[in-house]
Structures are given as structure tokens and as C-alpha cells.
């Protein structure tokens, strides 16, 4: 009971969490959207030009509900390009080219937007000059995505601040022939021990792992690549940058989108197999 309690525990957090997220992004594009509308009026009203509330209001806010809904792509995005001590060399430059497809995106869809709500009015939306009109919402965008990556950051070292007290540091038991044969998990002020043959896959999930054990979860507070460098070689393979998986498990291999494979447990579960780590795909039934 004590392991299923806990599991429950963290996928609450994790979904109270993310309602969280969902929340703060929304009030904050709202709240950015409204001071907005004002200031374009008060803008307008200095120059001379007095406009209906209606049109700014549509402009500001058609921009707004186009950065909400990519919010998620961009957290989807960033969980398989996370920016981190070891890879911010590569995963800087990643997010800098990402902005483009979400400006792009996003400046659409607004004009898109405002296009109808001009034509249910009865009039008509002029978007202008489109290379230099998407130039100059470009430079507003980078900023935007920087700041939406900042708080996705935000509220992941929050979460893990919360699961730190959640699920305490769990230790390794001793190696055997090369490999640990089993692993003691502390959760809840028990102890329960783990034998890593009866392991199904391990997920990471910033600094800590998810091993999926016959049906249930266990949270183990070890960083994904320290964890591989104690298992044994001949049982588990790295298939992903987040993903380790049992090899006795494996059902199936089946190719993927863009090159890549995923992989199909005999739970029925599935785990994708980067092309990056494709050369291993030969040596995975390797004894």
C-alpha cells in the first residue's frame, strides 16, 4: 500500500502541478493582453485617432490565445531539448531556431483570427506588408518564448523542490557480476527493495528516475545516466536520452517517424528508440 500511496501522491503533484501552469500562463497572457488594449488606445487617443475597444481588444487578444495554445508545444519541445549544464551547448542554439516556426505560427494564426472577427463585423483586417509586419512581431516573439521557457523552468525546479520531500534518496545495493541486482527505494519512511531483472523500463525525468516495475511505478531519486553506468549491460540498453530499457522485455522493434524505432514491451507499453542511438539496434540480442 505504502509504494501505491506514494505513487498516487506524485502523479497528483504532478497534475496540480501542470493545472498550475495552465492557470498562471493564462492570467499572465490576460493580464499582458489588457494592458495592451489600453495602451494602444491611450497611444491612439494622443494621436489624434479614437478607436472602438473592439479592435485592439481583438488584436491584442487574438495574439494572446495563439501564445497560449503553443505554450504546450513548447513545454513538449523543451522536454526532449532541456537545456541543462550538459547540454546547453547544443540546446541553446536548438530553442534560438525553434522561435522562428513558432513566430511563424503564431503571427498565422493571430492574422487568422483577426481576419474573422473583422468579417463577422462586417469589415475587413489589412495585415500589411507580410515580411516586414512578420520581422517586426519576430522580435516580440523571441522575447515571448524566452520568457514562456523561463517559467516552464521555473515551475520544474519547483515540482522537483516537492518531489525532493515527496520520495527521499533512495540508496544502491551492492554490484553483482558487474551489474545491481537489486535496488532499495525509500518512499514514505519505508523501504521497499526493487529487483532491477523484474524492471520493465526506467524514464528520466529531471533529477530523478521513473522505474516501471511489473505495473507500478517507483520514483528514484538518481540521475538517469548515473543509474545506467550500475546496471548490467547485457540486461539494459540506453534507447533514448530519457529511456532505458529492460532487454528481456522487448517484444517487438518497429520503425518510426524520421528514422527513428519505437520499441513495444511485452506489457504493451511503448518506448521510443532515438535514431541517435540506432547503431545499438544490431547489439541489442547480442549475448
Do not use: C
Request: proline share 5%; hydrophobic share 50%; glycine share 6%.
Amino acid at each position: 500500500m505504502g509504494e501505491a500511496s506514494n505513487g498516487r501522491s506524485l502523479s497528483a503533484l504532478r497534475w496540480r502541478i501542470r493545472l498550475w501552469q495552465i492557470l498562471f500562463f493564462a492570467i499572465l497572457v490576460l493580464a499582458f493582453n489588457a494592458v495592451d488594449v489600453f495602451t494602444t488606445l491611450a497611444n491612439k487617443a494622443n494621436d489624434g485617432i479614437y478607436l472602438s475597444p473592439w479592435e485592439p481588444a481583438i488584436w491584442e487578444f487574438s495574439s494572446g490565445i495563439l501564445i497560449w495554445l503553443l505554450i504546450p508545444a513548447i513545454a513538449w519541445f523543451n522536454k526532449h531539448a532541456l537545456i541543462s549544464a550538459r547540454s546547453w551547448k547544443w540546446a541553446v542554439p536548438v530553442h534560438l531556431l525553434a522561435t522562428v516556426p513558432f513566430s511563424v505560427i503564431h503571427v498565422a494564426g493571430m492574422v487568422g483570427l483577426r481576419k474573422l472577427a473583422y468579417a463577422a463585423a462586417g469589415r475587413q483586417y489589412e495585415f500589411g506588408a507580410p515580411l516586414a509586419n512578420w520581422i517586426y512581431e519576430y522580435r516580440k516573439d523571441i522575447v515571448t518564448y524566452w520568457l514562456i521557457l523561463f517559467v516552464l523552468y521555473a515551475f520544474r525546479v519547483y515540482r522537483q523542490l516537492l518531489e525532493s520531500r515527496l520520495v527521499p534518496d533512495s540508496q544502491p545495493m551492492p554490484a553483482v557480476n558487474g551489474g545491481l541486482e537489486r535496488l532499495v527505494v525509500k518512499k514514505l519512511n519505508r523501504e521497499f527493495i526493487i529487483n532491477t531483472a523484474d524492471i520493465d523500463h526506467i524514464e528520466a525525468d529531471g533529477n530523478y528516475v521513473a522505474l516501471y516495475v511489473q505495473g507500478s511505478t517507483y520514483p528514484l531519486r538518481e540521475p538517469l545516466a548515473a543509474l545506467e553506468k550500475k546496471l548490467d549491460p547485457r540486461r539494459f540498453a540506453r534507447v533514448h536520452r530519457g529511456h532505458i530499457v529492460n532487454i528481456d522485455r522487448i517484444r517487438e522493434i518497429q520503425p518510426w517517424d524520421s528514422g527513428d524505432y519505437r520499441i513495444l514491451l511485452k506489457d504493451g507499453s511503448f518506448v521510443n528508440f532515438s535514431r541517435r542511438y540506432r547503431s545499438r539496434l544490431p547489439q541489442l540480442f547480442q549475448s
